[in-house]
């Protein structure tokens, strides 16, 4: 599955931001979806992940209550919304797609997009 990674930006904080993240290739509810982040000089960390049918969902602590992750299937893509943006919350973003279900290790996935730019100033 080849995974395309959109929706990154310029934001000041307190502001929202959708990323979207469309698959190709086999089954796309096939798959459980996650986004992770990687900041400058640290570790690519989890931030969300959903279950196959989207009906299950899972966050970091950092961002639980301000971002929500989504599916449609339908529309082979998965998005993260994110409000509240803070300058911490700086890093590109990657969606991935893997066979467990809300998984939080990058190890568990199989398949990554390219990721997308998010810089939020204070």
């Known amino acids: 599955v080849q995974l395309q990674a959109c929706g990154g930006g310029l934001v000041q904080a307190g502001s929202s931001l959708r990323l979207s993240c469309a698959a190709s290739?086999?089954?796309?509810?096939?798959?459980?979806m996650g986004w992770f982040r990687q900041a400058p000089g640290k570790d690519r960390e989890f931030v969300a992940a959903?279950?196959?049918?989207?009906?299950?969902?899972y966050y970091a602590d950092s961002v639980k209550s301000r971002f929500t992750i989504s599916r449609d299937n339908a529309k082979n893509t998965v998005y993260l919304q994110m409000s509240s943006l803070k300058p911490e919350d700086t890093a590109v973003y990657y969606c991935?797609?893997?066979?467990?279900?809300?998984?939080?290790?990058?190890?568990?996935?199989?398949?990554w997009g390219q990721g997308t730019q998010v810089t939020v100033s204070s």
């Open positions: 991935a797609a893997g066979t467990y279900t809300l998984a939080t290790q990058s190890a568990r996935y199989d398949y």
């Open positions: 290739g086999r089954t796309f509810s096939s798959y459980g």
């Open positions: 959903i279950s196959r049918s989207g009906s299950s969902t």
